[in-house]
């Protein structure tokens, strides 16, 4: 993407009062990609689009060829012009677990020679190996690793992005994981308390003894640093009832509310989130009709999160049914060192695209609009006035390529609040502008 700062030239025939005045102006995208509208309304695309922003935020988007009666680009403001690439909103992933320290790399080859989840967590691997490297790291430690992930998810298009902790499950380790992941970055985040991941060693055999610490201690403890309060309601973590305690103590503690649900087994997790109204419902491989409809009534989005599937080489959750019941739907990344060390959602959409049917449309919705809806944001995922700018340029004029050509990094350029914060993919696009 070409960026240079406005020269001021010509003089311009509106009066300038009808002018909104901007510091950044884009230009050039082939196709705009507002994300206004529904997959069967186009996502609001626009021909030849550009839009204007002043201070971050979005204050003009329209048809490049109005721009020059509509906005006023400060002398010192910055000019992108998309080459006549697609313009996008930038990824929301509603659901990542980024703060953990180590890798598991070499357990993904022996699960894939048939070693057992259960074997390996029974020699101290799994995640009880992640739970003991986070809670070793030192907090400046994971805020390092937070950063290069952060810096990678970025690059990939993700410009807001939902954080857990999860694996530190004791007071001072889930609050260091907390802290570290709100290091300071461009990428917009959105903090999650997931003291009741799983239960840890030192409480095996006794997890109603650690859901009171998670409810007694944990949560307020942690409760001044996250918006969102999640539990791992499932077959080898918690039940219902213990689920159901963690959120109440975190909706006592002013969290809102998310849940981990029906991915191992029928949890009854998906239930639990229409009964306490949580914003959303994570993974849901076995969610049913029934609890479909008594999630659509409760107003509960589906986070449908295809990249676990993929690792875990099982079933894939049923994001058509989900569409068709009239459930939002948001698809996000679930990155994490055990069942998905993919920070990139544009593998994710084409992953959905494939084994859950989405069409490429339904699946950038999903992981924009859709994920900002399920992170209950109505700032960020779609690109119109008084929206954040938070933009990507693709390397492409077509949007359809995402799904289409995957596993190579088809963004270019990323602006986060009107801030141009990754430059310079590489472009075979140039020349369609026309
Ligand atoms: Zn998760």
Not at 248 to 255: F, K, T, V
Not at 373 to 396: E, W
Request: proline share 3%.
């Amino acid at each position: 993407m070409q960026h240079r700062h406005a020269d001021g030239r010509g003089a311009n025939p509106a009066p300038a009062a009808t002018k909104v005045a901007a510091d950044l102006v884009l230009r050039g995208a082939g196709e705009l990609v507002a994300m206004t509208a529904l997959p069967a309304a186009d996502l609001g695309a626009i021909a030849g689009g550009a839009l204007a922003a002043k201070d971050g935020v979005i204050v003009w988007v329209g048809r490049e060829a109005e721009l020059p009666q509509a906005a006023d680009l400060a002398a010192d403001g910055i000019e992108l012009d998309a080459g006549g690439c697609c313009v996008l909103p930038g990824f929301v992933d509603a659901h990542t677990h980024v703060p953990f320290a180590g890798s598991r790399a070499d357990e993904y080859g022996e699960r894939l020679g048939g070693v057992g989840y259960a074997d390996i967590l029974a020699r101290g691997g799994g995640i009880n190996r992640t739970v003991t490297a986070t809670r070793q790291a030192s907090e400046e430690d994971l805020a390092r690793l937070c950063t290069e992930r952060y810096d990678s998810m970025l690059r990939n298009g993700t410009t807001t992005a939902e954080v857990k902790s999860g694996y530190g499950l004791t007071t001072a380790d889930e609050a260091k994981q907390l802290r570290a992941a709100a290091i300071e970055h461009p990428l917009r985040r959105e903090l999650t308390f997931l003291g009741a991941h799983f239960v840890p060693s030192e409480y095996a055999d006794r997890a109603d003894a650690f859901i009171d610490l998670v409810c007694d201690e944990m949560i307020p403890g942690c409760a001044p640093l996250a918006r969102w309060c999640d539990v791992f309601c499932d077959q080898g973590a918690f039940t219902v009832d213990q689920s159901r305690r963690v959120l109440l103590a975190g909706r006592a503690a002013g969290l809102g509310l998310r849940i981990h649900a029906d991915e191992l087994a029928r949890s009854g997790g998906a239930r639990l989130a229409a009964e306490l109204g949580c914003v959303s419902a994570d993974h849901l491989i076995h969610a049913t009709w029934e609890e479909i409809a008594m999630m659509k009534a409760a107003g509960v989005a589906a986070v449908v999160l295809p990249g676990t599937s993929y690792t875990l080489g099982c079933e894939y959750a049923p994001a058509r049914a989900f569409l068709e019941g009239g459930l939002t739907l948001a698809l996000a990344s679930d990155f994490n060192p055990g069942s998905c060390n993919c920070e990139s959602l544009q593998f994710i959409l084409s992953l959905a695209c494939q084994q859950m049917r989405l069409t490429p449309d339904e699946a950038l919705y999903a992981a924009t609009a859709g994920g900002a809806a399920a992170l209950h944001r109505d700032d960020v995922g779609v690109l119109a006035v008084g929206k954040r700018c938070d933009f990507t340029v693709l390397v492409s004029a077509d949007r359809q390529e995402l799904p289409y050509h995957f596993g190579v990094n088809l963004v270019s350029d990323v602006v986060v609040d009107g801030r141009v914060v990754v430059q310079g993919g590489a472009r075979f696009c140039e020349g369609v502008r026309q």
